[in-house]
């Protein structure tokens, strides 16, 4: 299982902040989005868009993923954004409020037009009503699609839906965003967590993310990194007991069996598979220490 990517934590930082932008050089996150978006004001997109496409070029990120989210398809900065980003190649352009296969194709060719590299991904933010219902033909709209993004603040408003803890009134949203990442073999980034001063409430929600089957989580600050990398990262105990299925299995099929139990629970091929993904993690995740 070559070419897994850990993308634990994806931390989301102003494209106008200079200091944001020079400080995630040193920050643990295995990607940043450099937002053109809603972190912008208005009269300061046109410099964050310069900022932003140079630090994406230049290469000073180390092996972070530097991916540029721009102004959304039906406003005025949206097709500069696109033109700006294909010319500096990040790892991904991220686009807000994608609702439908056709939006996802419009991006597709104006980055083929822009002359963006084919290592140049689509990113797209699930993050409205309609893109729940369309979710799946939006993730299988291109192969230069690779990662779905949530986009919680946003379903949350335009549900007109509370921010409780255990996240209930979005987790009809969030399943049917997984269902479609994982049928259409795509990564998933939960949404992001408000309260930056709320460790205890964040920790959990990205429990909550990883039991769902995110790949990872979206982040607003710094002091979420940490946590999310741990929350996120198979622990020592599920890399000892991923070993172990694989070995009893290799070893109940020598003897020409399909199944055997390890600690009193049975284990089939697909047990085998899922233990082989949490070692190809952890050994990436290894990888980039
Ligand atoms: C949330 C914040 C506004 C908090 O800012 P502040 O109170 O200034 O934070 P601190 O003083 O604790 O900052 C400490 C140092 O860390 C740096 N910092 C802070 N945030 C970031 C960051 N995101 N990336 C990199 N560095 C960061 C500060 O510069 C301080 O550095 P130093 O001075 O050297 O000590 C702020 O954290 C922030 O702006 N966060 C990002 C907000 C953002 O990007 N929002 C848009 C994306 S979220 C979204 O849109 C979700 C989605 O679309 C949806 O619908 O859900
Ligand atoms: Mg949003």
């Known amino acids: 299982m070559?070419?897994?990517?850990?993308?634990?934590?994806?931390l989301y930082m102003p494209g106008a902040n200079e200091r944001a932008l020079e400080k995630a050089k040193t920050l643990p996150a295995d990607a940043l989005i450099l937002d053109l978006e809603d972190a912008v004001a208005p009269d300061a997109?046109?410099?964050a868009r310069e900022r932003v496409c140079a630090a994406a070029a230049s290469g000073d990120y180390g092996s972070r993923e530097v991916t540029i989210r721009v102004n959304g398809l039906d406003t005025e900065w949206h097709d500069a954004d696109l033109r700006a980003a294909a010319q500096a190649g990040p790892a991904a352009v991220v686009v807000p409020k994608v609702n439908s296969a056709a939006e996802v194709h419009n991006i597709e060719r104006?980055?083929?037009?822009?002359?963006?590299?084919?290592?140049?991904?689509?990113?797209?933010?699930?993050?409205?009503?309609?893109?729940?219902?369309?979710a799946e033909e939006i993730a299988a709209a291109s192969e230069r699609l690779t990662v779905l993004v949530m986009g919680t603040n946003d379903l949350a408003k335009e549900l007109h839906a509370e921010f409780v803890p255990g996240r209930a009134p979005l987790l009809g949203g969030l399943s049917l965003c997984l269902l479609a990442?994982?049928?259409?073999g795509k990564v998933i980034l939960d949404g992001v967590y408000n309260d930056v001063k709320?460790?205890?409430?964040?920790?959990?929600?990205?429990?909550?993310g990883r039991q769902f089957g995110f790949d990872g989580k979206t982040l607003i600050h710094p002091g979420q990194i940490?946590?999310?990398?741990?929350?996120?990262?198979p622990s020592e105990d599920e890399v000892a007991q991923a070993r172990k299925i694989i070995a009893a299995f290799e070893e109940a099929k020598a003897e020409g069996r399909g199944v055997v139990t390890v600690d009193g629970r049975m284990i089939e091929n697909l047990h085998v598979e899922n233990a082989q993904r949490i070692l190809a993690l952890a050994e990436a995740i290894a990888g980039k220490n």
């Not at 070419?3 to 934590?9: I, L, N, T, Y």
């Not at 963006?116 to 219902?133: G, N, R, S, Y």
């Not at 999310?228 to 990262?233: D, K, Y």
């Open 226 to 233: 940490e946590p999310c990398n741990r929350v996120f990262a």
């Open 181 to 184: 990442a994982r049928a259409t």
């Open 198 to 208: 709320d460790l205890a409430g964040f920790e959990a929600e990205c429990l909550q």
């Open 45 to 47: 997109k046109e410099a």
């Open 2 to 10: 070559s070419g897994v990517k850990p993308r634990r934590s994806v």
């Open 110 to 134: 104006a980055l083929e037009l822009g002359g963006a590299p084919d290592a140049t991904k689509i990113w797209a933010m699930v993050e409205t009503p309609v893109a729940m219902l369309h």
